[in-house]
């Protein structure tokens, strides 16, 4: 798990101290930051603490840029009945402050529940919610001042991929010429409905990082992933996130796609290399035009070029000719 303890500082700093040295990483919203919230409520934690035993958890996502803050809370086994539930600010969490957001349309009267509400914060509020310096508690009978409390603290949802393309990949140094491939998560159930997706930027191991909020955690989904002329490729079995992180690693053997459709180069695994109309298939149709493009002497970032030394070439057409000639098409789920 990686956790950021947020301060007021410029996004592209908490990007560097989370992804740790990795230098690029492309998500969903580019312009903005995505937090996760996943906490425990208690009575051990409000000021001073409370003998209860009294619990809620409390999860949501904050999104930075249009500042909404959308959460949801269980709560159970209070001593007393409920009066109130509010965030404070400013406070740390040995000090309680005023109320900064009343919880309208909190259940009232009860000791176990549930409640989900959505603010859109001001630009106030959003400064002490990144400070660090916001808390949540709800309010009892039993301990008028707050029963029950949490730290409002945030964390990334970080997906971690490892994958590699055939015609990109150079077994003899190990290293990738670097892209940016699309991964989508999809529902583990038929039709296979995309749930959430973002850009990797691929480094030369391999390597990329996205940050995702909008698939829930323990929620299996099964990961596609596509290159602009890479075969489409899929996992073995649905994956899920696990305290906000998901790995999942294509290059470490033929079952670690789904149908073991991957070519192994080296001690390593890579998607097939040579789909550039992306139509699923490695056929007559990607030879002739990457012929086409090699007779026109094209050059640059496009499809045609399945080796990523930007010339379309023989090159290229031998790699995706051998593939056509295998018949090697996407398996799916």
Known sequence: MIIVHLRKIK?????????????????????????????????????PAVTTNGYAQLTGTYNDVTNVLTFSVTFSLLSGVTTGAHFHAPATTTQNAGVLIIWTGFPLGVTSGNYSNTFTLLPSQETNLLQGMVYADIHSAFAFNGEIRTQMGMQLRVFEI???????????????????????????NFPFAIVDNGKAFLDST????????????????????????????????????????????????????????????????????????????????????????????????????VNGDSIVDGTDFAITDNNAANYVSVIRP
């Not at 592209?12 to 969903?28: E, H, N, P, R």
């Not at 003899?172 to 529902?187: E, G």
């Not at 696990?242 to 290059?251: A, D, E, I, K, R």
């Open 11 to 47: 996004k592209s700093v908490v990007f560097t101290i989370v992804m740790l040295a990795v230098t690029v990483c492309l998500y969903k919203d580019s312009s903005a930051t995505m937090w996760a919230i996943n906490l425990n409520m208690n009575g051990s934690k409000v000021v």
């Open 162 to 188: 490892n994958y590699l393309m055939e015609g990109f990949y150079d077994q003899s140094i190990n290293k990738l010429v670097r892209d940016t491939v699309t991964v989508n998560l999809r529902s583990s």
């Open 206 to 305: 391999g390597r990329g990082l996205l940050f995702s909020l909008h698939a829930p955690s323990f929620t299996p989904y099964y990961v596609q992933v596509l290159h602009r002329n890479a075969l489409e490729t899929w996992s073995r079995i649905p994956v899920s996130f696990t305290n906000n992180l998901l790995s999942v690693n294509f290059t470490a053997a033929a079952n670690s796609a789904y149908g073991n459709n991957l070519i192994q180069k080296g001690s390593r695994f890579c998607a097939y290399s040579g789909d550039v109309n992306q139509d699923g298939v490695i056929d007559a149709t990607d030879i002739g035009t990457i012929d086409n493009d090699a007779l026109n002497f094209l050059t640059g970032y496009v499809n045609t070029d």
